[in-house]
C-alpha cells in the first residue's frame, strides 16, 4: 500500500475534499508509463472510496469551453478528469451549502504532457476551456448520467469571478444558457462528497 502512494503526488486545495494527482511517470527510448488510477491512492491519501461506473472523453478545439456542469442527487457525480493530449482549464465550484467555501472555485490546468489529474468530489459544478487545438479530455464518474438531473451554471456568472483565459471562447448553447450561481439548485452537504 505504501508503495502504491509513492508513484502518485497528491496535492491539495483549501476546498476541501479537491485534490491534484501527479503520478510518476517512467519512461526511455522507447516511451513511457505511468499508472492513471490506483485505488489504493484514492481511498489512502485522498479518502475517496466510491466506484468508478462511467469513462466519458472529448476532443475539442482551442478554446473550446465545456460546463459549469453538474447533476443533482441522488445522481450527483464525482469525476476523475485529465487531459490526455493537449491542455485545459479546469474550473470547480463548491456548491456544498454547508461548506466553508461554498461558493467559492478553484482552477488548474491539465496538460497532456504533466499528466496531472483532477478529483473532484459530488458536490462540484464543474467545466473547462481548452488551451489547445485537439485537446483530448478524458474522465472517470461514480454515477451514471442522467440528463434529467443535470445542471448548467453560467459559466461566466461576475458572483463567481472565475478568470477565464479567452473572455468569448466557443461555447454550446445549452452551456451558454446556463443559471446564474445564486438562482442555481445547490442541495447539496459535505457529508455528501
Known amino acids: 500500500m505504501e508503495e502504491a502512494i509513492q508513484q502518485m ?23 513511457y508509463f505511468l499508472e492513471t488510477f490506483n485505488e ?15 469513462d466519458n472523453e472529448s476532443c475539442s478545439g482551442k478554446h473550446i469551453l465545456r460546463g459549469l456542469h453538474y447533476q443533482l442527487p441522488p445522481f450527483a457525480q464525482a469525476k476523475l478528469v485529465r487531459v490526455v493530449r493537449g491542455a485545459a482549464l479546469d474550473v470547480v465550484v463548491d456548491l456544498r451549502m454547508d461548506s466553508p ?15 496531472n489529474q483532477l478529483l473532484i468530489p459530488r458536490g462540484f459544478a464543474h ?5 489547445e487545438a485537439d485537446t483530448i479530455f478524458c474522465y472517470k464518474c461514480d454515477q451514471f448520467y442522467q440528463p434529467d438531473h ?21 461555447v454550446s ?10 438562482d442555481s439548485s445547490v ?3 459535505l457529508s455528501d462528497s
Open 101 to 115: 467555501t461554498f461558493g467559492q472555485h478553484a482552477a488548474v490546468e491539465l496538460r497532456g504532457d504533466l499528466k
Open 9 to 31: 503526488k497528491t496535492l491539495t486545495f483549501d476546498i476541501p475534499g479537491l485534490f491534484e494527482l501527479r503520478p510518476d511517470v517512467y519512461g526511455d527510448e522507447r516511451g
Open 173 to 182: 448553447e445549452k452551456d451558454q444558457n446556463g443559471t446564474p450561481f445564486l
Open 150 to 170: 443535470e445542471r448548467v451554471m453560467q459559466w461566466n456568472d461576475p458572483e463567481l469571478g472565475i478568470q477565464w483565459p479567452v473572455a468569448e471562447p466557443t
Open 40 to 54: 489504493n491512492v484514492l481511498r489512502d491519501a485522498c479518502g475517496f472510496d466510491r466506484v468508478w461506473v462511467q
Open 127 to 131: 467545466g473547462f476551456m481548452t488551451l
Open 187 to 189: 442541495p447539496f452537504l
